[in-house]
């Protein structure tokens, strides 16, 4: 049974559906398999990795979405409404696979809620896959007693909480995600959001990745620079959807 507070599924819109699985193939070497009325897994040696969708009647937030497990969506969506959460979608039953319902979190961010009734289980943690999460944020406080009070989440501080303030939220002494505070760097209009990192290769690197993200027809929003926990670019996929490259063997402790 899967932990609840930890990261269930991704997944993001595309309006150009072969565009789009050619983008993330050239980048991650994904293949697909159609689920259901236009709906596209992703797999990375033979593992679901994400999903895709097209854009629908039912308004959705464009980007990628991150779900963390529930094992009780309905009283998850109780006191989702009792801690000030903003329903964009659900809660709903997606037949044979889990019941779902994404929110605006209090500070705004938008985050879903997976409680599964199938055996699917989101590869994470390696090159080609989901390897980190975290919330960017403008209220911190008001991030951290949300989460907080949905889930038995461990603080560590990270940063000297005014400079930078990032704690890493763990459950069991296992890192589950991050929480970041935004600060004068973030563009004044940039909406706080949850920004999903991919792990890449040694061998490639992040550099030539961020480079074939371009030549696949994406963008570059964040040139490569060295951190802590690892070497990071930020981009986009031809539709618009940010997210972050790492390469986790690339630390540098004093960054």
Known sequence: MSTPGTPAW????????????????GLFGWTYVDAYE????????GEPVAGFYPPSE????????????????????ERLAELGAKTVMGPLEIPGTGHVQLVHDPAGAVVGFWQATSDT?????R?????????????????DAFYGALFPYEERQLGDGEALDYKVWSLGGEEVAGRLRMGPEFPPDL????????????EVGTDKAAERVTALGGTVAVEPF??????????????????SLVDMSRTTPDA
Do not use: C, K
């Open 226 to 243: 060295d951190s802590p926990y690892g070497r990071i670019a930020v981009v986009r996929d031809p539709y618009g959807s940010t997210f």
């Open 127 to 143: 090159p080609g896959a989901l390897a980190w999460q975290e919330v960017n944020t403008r209220d911190a406080a008001a991030t």
């Open 58 to 77: 039912e308004p959705t937030p464009p980007g990628w979405l991150f779900y963390l497990h529930t094992a009780d969506l309905a009283r998850t969506s």
């Open 10 to 25: 991704i997944e993001a819109p595309t309006g150009d559906p072969a565009q789009t699985r050619d983008f993330y193939t």
């Open 191 to 202: 909406q706080p959001h949850w920004m999903l990192y991919f792990g890449v290769t040694p």
């Open 38 to 45: 236009g709906y596209s897994v992703a797999m990375s040696d």
């Open 121 to 125: 289980v989101l590869a994470t943690g």
